[in-house]
C-alpha cells in the first residue's frame, strides 16, 4: 500500500476553504430561477385549490341528504308514515308529541341530531313532497332557490 503525502492533495487549507464558501450559497440568478417556478407553481396550482372548498360543501349536503332519505326510510318503516311537514326532521331524533303521533317510534331516534346544510342553514323537508314522497332541499351557497355552480340547489331528487 502507498503512503498518501501532502503532494496527492494540492492547495492550502485557507485556498480550499474559499473554494468552498464560494459554492456553497445560491446566487441571485438560481434564487430568480427557482422563485420564478415556484410563482409558476402557484399560478397553476392555486385556482384549482381555491376551488375546492365549494365542492367539498356539496358533496357533504349530498351525503347528508343520503343519510338524512335513509333515515327517514326507516322511520317510514317502523312508523307506517312519514313525519309530517310541520313534524319536520326534528322527528328523526326526538319523538314527536304533534299529531300523527307514532306507535312504534325507535328508542333513541332515527338520527343522533338532524344536521344544517353545509352554509349553516336547515335543510328544507316537504312530506308529501313534489317530486317523491318527500322532499329534501339545500339552496347552496346564496340561500335561494336555483342558481348554479356554489350556489345550485342539492335536492334529493337530483339522485333518484
Same mark, same amino acid.
Given at each position: 500500500?502507498? $503512503?498518501?503525502?501532502?503532494?496527492?492533495? &494540492?492547495?492550502?487549507?485557507?485556498?480550499?476553504?474559499?473554494? @468552498?464558501?464560494? +459554492?456553497?450559497?445560491?446566487?441571485?440568478?438560481?434564487?430568480?430561477?427557482?422563485?420564478?417556478? @415556484?410563482?409558476? @407553481?402557484?399560478?397553476?396550482?392555486? %385556482?384549482?385549490?381555491?376551488?375546492?372548498?365549494?365542492?367539498?360543501?356539496?358533496?357533504?349536503?349530498?351525503?347528508?341528504? $343520503?343519510?338524512?332519505?335513509?333515515?327517514?326510510?326507516? /322511520? =317510514? @318503516?317502523?312508523?307506517?308514515?312519514? &313525519?309530517?311537514?310541520?313534524?319536520?326532521?326534528? $322527528?328523526?331524533?326526538?319523538?314527536?308529541?304533534?299529531? &300523527?303521533? %307514532?306507535?312504534?317510534?325507535?328508542?333513541?331516534?332515527?338520527?343522533?341530531?338532524?344536521?344544517?346544510? %353545509?352554509?349553516? =342553514?336547515? /335543510?328544507? /323537508?316537504? #312530506?308529501?313532497?313534489?317530486?317523491?314522497?318527500? +322532499?329534501?332541499?339545500? /339552496?347552496?351557497?346564496?340561500?335561494?332557490?336555483?342558481? #348554479?355552480?356554489?350556489?345550485? +340547489?342539492?335536492? #334529493?331528487?337530483?339522485?333518484?
Amino acid at each position: 500500500m502507498a $503512503a498518501v503525502s501532502k503532494a496527492d492533495f &494540492p492547495g492550502t487549507r485557507a485556498q480550499k476553504k474559499r473554494a @468552498l464558501r464560494r +459554492d456553497a450559497g445560491l446566487t441571485l440568478i438560481e434564487l430568480m430561477v427557482v422563485v420564478v417556478i @415556484l410563482a409558476l @407553481l402557484a399560478v397553476v396550482i392555486v %385556482p384549482r385549490v381555491i376551488d375546492r372548498p365549494d365542492q367539498a360543501r356539496a358533496a357533504r349536503a349530498q351525503a347528508d341528504i $343520503a343519510a338524512i332519505t335513509a333515515a327517514l326510510n326507516l /322511520y =317510514r @318503516l317502523d312508523t307506517g308514515s312519514l &313525519p309530517s311537514t310541520d313534524q319536520g326532521l326534528a $322527528a328523526l331524533a326526538t319523538r314527536p308529541t304533534a299529531a &300523527p303521533v %307514532p306507535q312504534n317510534w325507535a328508542q333513541g331516534g332515527y338520527l343522533e341530531r338532524v344536521p344544517d346544510d %353545509p352554509w349553516g =342553514r336547515p /335543510y328544507l /323537508y316537504l #312530506s308529501p313532497g313534489v317530486h317523491g314522497d318527500f +322532499d329534501l332541499v339545500s /339552496y347552496g351557497a346564496d340561500g335561494r332557490s336555483g342558481g #348554479s355552480g356554489a350556489d345550485a +340547489d342539492i335536492t #334529493s331528487w337530483q339522485g333518484r
